[in-house]
Structure formats: structure tokens, C-alpha cells
């Protein structure tokens, strides 16, 4: 059980938009930045999102994150192939002292 | 390249020890805080310590507290995980991933891991 609750799934087709969401508490995201990782396989985590909303370099624009409260979420647009992956947010938890991560969600580009 | 490599990992039975390491190369190690991640099979992310630059602060999660020690050489550039008392839950693959400097608890660069497995 994660701490931060992400949808295990999301699909769409490709040229569209998908938003990804990420749910915690006010220990977690509503006092702390929030930031998003993507995963494909056999290959190292990058960074997509940090402090929210920013894009790290190399980061194309059509990646976009955004919070309210104790709620995040990460936003593609004009999808590809190659953003076929597993995303995770993160954010740092006062309460337990520690990095949490949201269970991951699988982006599927039919 | 800013570039780090993990290795150490390998088949360890329950109760047995590992070290892991992380070469760092490309940026100056020393002005970085440091962090170990874990992903068991089939399973997400899973934060395990992190280290700040001086190695004056250490933080765990609680399902290593006790058992895991972190630790650095900024001389060699290297990063550490001591792992005693293995379970199996503690088979995964371990990141060590550099902290983004003044963005968060955001992990900016990852090495391509290491695979531990506890298994008798």
C-alpha cells in the first residue's frame, strides 16, 4: 500500500492529452513539492517534473504537472509511442520523515 | 557524463549481508546529497535512505531502520549501502540517485541499478 494513491492505469490514443493524478495528505503533498518520474524498461528512472511544475532540461513542454492541495497531477500532451511507460510521483513526508511514492501508474499509447 | 554505477548486488541467503556502491563521475560528488531507491519485482518505487553531502544527517525508512547504513567517500567519489540482516522483502533493485539541489526532494540523476536478491 502506497502512500500516495495513483490510478494503476491510464490509455490514450496518440496526438491526444492524458493526465495522471496523484493523491496524498497534508503531510506529503500539501506541504511539500511534488515531483514525477517516468520508467521504462530496463532503463534508469528520469526525472520529468520537479517542484510541481517545473521541467528539468531535455524535458519536451508537452510534459506539465500541477497541485492543489493534497492532490497532483501530471499532464501529457500530443502523445507518442515513446511515451509508453510507468510514472511515479514523489514527494517528501513530514510525518514519516521520508521520501514517499505513489504506486506507479501504467501509460498505455494505443 | 554526468554518470553514477551501481554495483554490489547478487544472490545473499536471509539473515546475510551486502554492500552496495555507487561511483559517481561527471559533477562534484561532494556538493551533492545522495540517496539509495529501491523497486522490487513487479512493484513500484520504493524510497530507502538518503545522505547529506558532509554525511552529517542520514535519513531511512523505517523498514530498513536498523539494519541499512548509508555512508560516502568524497574523496573517491563513491557512495555506500550497508545491508545486514536481509530479509526477502529486501529483494529489488537498488538506485542510487543524486539529489536535485534546491528542487525538492527530487532525484535528479539515477545509476542503471543493481539487483539484490535474498533467497536460500
Known amino acids: 500500500q502506497s502512500v500516495l494513491t495513483q490510478p494503476p492505469s491510464a490509455s490514450e490514443t496518440p496526438g491526444q492529452r492524458v493526465t495522471i493524478s496523484c493523491s496524498g495528505s497534508n503531510s506529503n503533498i500539501g506541504s511539500n513539492y511534488v515531483c514525477w518520474y517516468q520508467l521504462l524498461p530496463g532503463t534508469a528512472p528520469k526525472l520529468v517534473i520537479y517542484r510541481n511544475n517545473q521541467r528539468p532540461s531535455g524535458v519536451p513542454d508537452r510534459f506539465s504537472g500541477s497541485k492543489s492541495g493534497t492532490s497532483a497531477s501530471l499532464a501529457i500532451s500530443g502523445l507518442r509511442s515513446e511515451d509508453e511507460a510507468d510514472y511515479y510521483c514523489s514527494a517528501w513526508d513530514d510525518r514519516l520523515t521520508g521520501v514517499v511514492f505513489g504506486g506507479g501508474t501504467k501509460l498505455t499509447v494505443l | 557524463e554526468v554518470q553514477l554505477v551501481e554495483s554490489g548486488g547478487g544472490l545473499v541467503q536471509p539473515g546475510g549481508s551486502l554492500r552496495l556502491s555507487c561511483a559517481a563521475s561527471?559533477?562534484?560528488?561532494?556538493?551533492?546529497?545522495m540517496n539509495w531507491v529501491r523497486q522490487a519485482p513487479g512493484k513500484g518505487l520504493q524510497w530507502v535512505s538518503y545522505i547529506i553531502s558532509s554525511s552529517s544527517n542520514k535519513f531511512y525508512a523505517d523498514s530498513v531502520k536498523g539494519r541499512f547504513t548509508i555512508s560516502r567517500d568524497n574523496t573517491k567519489k563513491f557512495l555506500y549501502l550497508e545491508m545486514n540482516s536481509l530479509r526477502a522483502e529486501d529483494t529489488a533493485v537498488y538506485y542510487c540517485?543524486?539529489?536535485?539541489?534546491?528542487?525538492?526532494?527530487?532525484?535528479?540523476?539515477w545509476g542503471q541499478g543493481t539487483m539484490v536478491t535474498v533467497s536460500s
Open positions: 540517485a543524486r539529489h536535485s539541489g534546491g528542487a525538492g526532494w527530487a532525484f535528479d540523476i
Open positions: 561527471g559533477f562534484t560528488f561532494s556538493n551533492y546529497n
